[in-house]
């Protein structure tokens, strides 16, 4: 199982998209980029997380079928790991991707067992949310992320760096590996939320400086930072109640156009309508 290597164990991580137009090809084609990163996560298990512009498409849950209908090889059962379940969306097909994979969940084979794993349970969708037992995994004390960096990646870091990340963490181990990246990305979403707030001219400057077509990957980085900034501001107990509802309103309007922005979409005009969404709101 370390070396991701048992032949029962089945895990789906959020991939490119296949291109092909042919579905025999695109299942192929995903089990090729599925094997492809396996083969780099066992060369560095201390991996961050997906590809922004990666998801589960049709393409995975037509393989994650394939792999369900198969017999266990060595073990009684075997195992199915959705990772970053989040990242199933409900864009152009991958509504019958949710929908193949609510085939699965709602009569799964009796020696299976299905694990989805996410870092924002309530972005999964409801439909199949509902399907599942939720399982919280609490955060860390500061000593264990501590341990954690002095063990694997001390070599790199001083003492400053070290205490500088477990601040960071806030608990979350994951977090240390790409501290500064998750940094820049909520600064950069304060930024255009500041923006927002600070009425149309300025938000419509921000927003014809974002890329456009070719940049699609940092405009989602964009939109999973103001939702880090709102999350946050929900988890501060000083925030009041009428704020909190304000900051929900807020946080669904952006997880919206943070679904649209798996398609086939231009950031800028995606950026212009939601911060003109976001002036209302917030």
């Given at each position: 199982m370390?070396?991701?290597?048992?032949?029962?164990?089945?895990?789906?991580?959020?991939?490119?998209?296949?291109?092909?137009?042919?579905?025999?090809?695109?299942v192929?084609?995903?089990?090729?980029?599925?094997?492809?990163?396996?083969?780099?996560?066992?060369?560095?298990?201390?991996?961050?997380?997906p590809?922004?512009?990666?998801?589960?498409?049709?393409?995975?849950?037509?393989?994650?079928?394939?792999?369900?209908?198969?017999?266990?090889?060595?073990?009684?059962?075997?195992?199915v790991?959705?990772?970053?379940?989040?990242?199933l969306?409900?864009?152009e097909?991958?509504?019958?991707?949710?929908?193949?994979?609510l085939?699965?969940?709602?009569?799964?084979?009796a020696?299976?067992?299905?694990?989805?794993?996410?870092?924002?349970?309530?972005?999964?969708?409801?439909?199949?949310?509902?399907?599942?037992?939720?399982?919280?995994?609490?955060?860390v004390?500061?000593?264990?992320?501590?341990?954690?960096?002095?063990?694997?990646?001390?070599?790199?870091?001083?003492?400053?760096?070290?205490?500088?990340?477990?601040?960071?963490?806030?608990?979350?181990?994951?977090?240390?590996?790409?501290?500064d990246?998750?940094?820049?990305?909520?600064?950069?979403?304060?930024?255009?939320?500041?923006?927002?707030?600070?009425?149309?001219?300025?938000?419509?400057?921000?927003?014809?400086?974002?890329?456009?077509?070719?940049?699609?990957?940092?405009?989602t980085?964009?939109?999973?930072?103001?939702?880090?900034?709102?999350?946050?501001?929900?988890?501060?107990?000083?925030?009041?109640?009428?704020?909190?509802?304000?900051c929900?309103?807020?946080?669904?309007?952006v997880?919206?156009?943070?679904?649209?922005?798996?398609?086939?979409?231009?950031?800028?005009?995606?950026?212009a309508?939601?911060?003109?969404?976001?002036?209302?709101?917030?």
């Amino acid at each position: 199982m370390l070396s991701l290597s048992h032949p029962d164990l089945h895990w789906f991580i959020p991939i490119p998209r296949p291109k092909s137009g042919d579905a025999y090809k695109q299942v192929e084609q995903a089990k090729e980029l599925l094997a492809e990163v396996w083969e780099e996560r066992r060369g560095e298990p201390l991996y961050g997380p997906p590809d922004r512009m990666a998801s589960h498409s049709l393409a995975s849950a037509r393989l994650l079928q394939q792999s369900v209908a198969l017999t266990p090889y060595e073990g009684s059962r075997k195992v199915v790991i959705i990772g970053d379940a989040e990242r199933l969306i409900v864009q152009e097909a991958s509504q019958e991707a949710a929908n193949a994979l609510l085939k699965v969940l709602e009569e799964p084979p009796a020696d299976t067992v299905f694990i989805a794993t996410a870092a924002d349970p309530q972005s999964l969708l409801p439909t199949i949310r509902s399907r599942l037992v939720p399982i919280r995994i609490g955060r860390v004390g500061d000593e264990q992320v501590r341990a954690f960096l002095e063990n694997e990646i001390a070599e790199s870091l001083d003492a400053e760096e070290i205490d500088r990340r477990i601040a960071l963490a806030d608990g979350c181990i994951g977090r240390t590996l790409h501290a500064d990246r998750d940094s820049n990305m909520a600064e950069s979403a304060s930024r255009m939320l500041a923006a927002i707030t600070a009425g149309p001219a300025e938000w419509a400057t921000a927003a014809m400086g974002q890329a456009s077509w070719g940049a699609r990957g940092d405009f989602t980085a964009l939109l999973d930072g103001m939702s880090l900034v709102l999350r946050s501001e929900l988890a501060t107990p000083e925030t009041s109640t009428e704020r909190k509802q304000t900051c929900l309103d807020a946080l669904k309007r952006v997880q919206e156009t943070r679904m649209d922005a798996a398609g086939n979409i231009n950031p800028q005009l995606a950026l212009a309508v939601l911060a003109g969404d976001l002036e209302k709101i917030l």
